[in-house]
């Protein structure tokens, strides 16, 4: 037996009651699930030494701070940061990327360049910056299918782009992108890079000193840590040329009434109390990662993944974004089903099958608003996934399929779900509305495990 094997066990949301069977959680690309042993490294602060780090002398106050920048070089060595004092917390990827941002000197003209398919984090701070800085923001168009072209990027490098912010792994349909190649691009044409990795290093081993990236955000929720941690991590003299986002107690070395001296990198960027549980809960996580192996981890996602695709190949109502071979999207199965609505199937999935998936337009609205897409089903795969998990997942879009009619007009045979004619346009947000309604069109599923008699029909998962 594997740790991979043996993996849900460490993980409470997992296991169930008399009557409630757990879930099929797939939505680990929005929030992974927590483990024992975060959860206990979080409890053994608050119990055993509940100080503040780096204020006071006391023996509380010496052992957090002690483990807080233990925490900062166990997440350099893991991420193979340059140097420790390239390792920031923060609260998440989101913040980290304000933080390079808003703490770089723009000058109007100034060029950025994303990709089409970035997560808002990524995007709405440079578009900020284009109405209040003057700088311009231009996208790189990515092909549905995943491919990458190199030379696209090359002819949009010139001429030179002061930023070049992206994801390395997709949140919308799992690829990867060449993120040595881009940097050595980026580099040659005298900018920097911006690496949103939210969803790469909780799947696959990340080595900062060889990807030769300038700066690498994380949220740690998605990799067995807490809510409310995240990393930027970048060189230290980087992070030495930005000006901090907030300022305050801990981020200066001392004050007069009329002036002050920042302290050097990370500590100018960590102002005010930090949130010691959530950083030591962060670390356990990554040292449960590290028992298992990364490599175990992508492997393990991948094999989930082809499992899922192979069974609903021959489903011609099925669509899957992306690259068509489950290996270049391991983690994420992103799909739509002609004629279903994206948030009634989630419904459906979790009401009839406790099959938990995430629906909509997964915080890239701009992709969607340009195809004229109102979403997708998006299942995210993470190391205490089972084949159960999957299984449980296929019935329930099979059963969706027998129970709600196609629609009048077929999808073209061969056609990506980015360009189907037959998808539904956006439509104003009213939260649960086409939810509510698809209830009470839809027929009731079959299974409604836990939410009547354990174990019932399909829902058993």
């Not at 002050?260 to 990662?289: K, M």
């Not at 590290?290 to 989930?304: I, M, S, T």
């Not at 839809?442 to 354990?454: E, I």
Request: glycine share 10%; hydrophobic share 40%; aromatic share 6%.
């Amino acid at each position: 037996m594997t740790n991979l094997d043996r993996a849900r066990e460490d993980f409470p949301a997992l296991q169930g009651s008399p009557g409630h069977p757990p879930p099929a959680y797939l939505d680990s690309a929005c929030m992974s699930l927590v483990p024992d042993s975060v959860l206990a490294a979080m409890a053994e602060y608050y119990r055993e030494f509940p100080g503040c780090a780096g204020r006071s002398l006391h023996r509380f106050a010496e052992e957090v701070g002690h483990r807080y920048e233990g925490a900062r070089d166990a997440f350099a060595r893991f991420l193979g940061a340059p140097d420790r004092d390239g390792v920031v917390f923060v609260r998440n990827a989101t913040e980290a990327i304000n933080v390079v941002g808003n703490g770089l000197d723009w000058q109007a003209g100034d060029r950025i360049i994303v990709t089409d398919q970035e997560h808002n984090s990524n995007l709405v701070l440079w578009q900020r910056l284009a109405k209040e800085r003057g700088v311009h923001v231009e996208a790189l168009e990515l092909p549905d299918g995943g491919r990458w072209d190199g030379d696209r990027l090359e002819r949009m490098l010139r001429p030179r782009p002061r930023l070049v912010s992206v994801f390395h792994t997709s949140n919308l349909d799992g690829r990867s992108l060449p993120i040595r190649e881009i940097a050595d691009r980026v580099h040659d044409a005298g900018g920097q890079l911006l690496v949103d990795g939210c969803q790469a290093a909780p799947h696959q081993p990340v080595d900062l000193a060889r990807l030769g990236v300038d700066f690498y955000a994380l949220s740690l929720h998605k990799m067995l840590g807490p809510t409310g941690t995240g990393l930027l991590v970048a060189p230290s003299a980087t992070l030495a040329e930005l000006r901090p986002l907030i300022v305050g107690g801990e981020t200066v070395e001392w004050t007069t009434l009329t002036d002050h001296r920042l302290r050097p990198p990370p500590h100018r960027f960590e102002a005010g109390l930090q949130n010691y549980a959530g950083v030591l809960g962060a670390r356990a996580g990554i040292e449960y990662l590290e028992r298992v192996g990364r490599e175990e981890v992508r492997a393990h996602d991948a094999a989930l993944n082809a499992r899922v695709t192979s069974a609903l190949e021959d489903e011609p109502r099925v669509h899957v974004l992306g690259p068509a071979a489950p290996s270049e999207r391991p983690s994420i199965f992103g799909f739509t089903v002609d004629g279903v609505d994206p948030n009634d199937a989630a419904l459906f999935l979790d009401a009839g099958h406790r099959v938990l998936v995430r629906s909509g337009m997964h915080c890239v609205h701009s992709w969607y608003a340009a195809r004229g897409l109102s979403g997708n089903v998006r299942a995210s795969f993470y190391l205490y996934n089972s084949t159960e998990d999957a299984d449980a997942l296929v019935r329930g879009v099979r059963e969706l399929i027998e129970r709600i009619p196609a629609p009048a007009v077929p999808t073209p045979t061969g056609t990506s779900a980015a360009k189907r004619p037959s998808a539904a346009r956006p439509r104003p947000s009213r939260r649960g509305a086409g939810s509510s309604a698809a209830a009470a069109r839809s027929a009731r599923p079959r299974g409604r495990a836990g939410r009547g008699r354990a174990g019932s029909g399909a829902g058993s998962g």
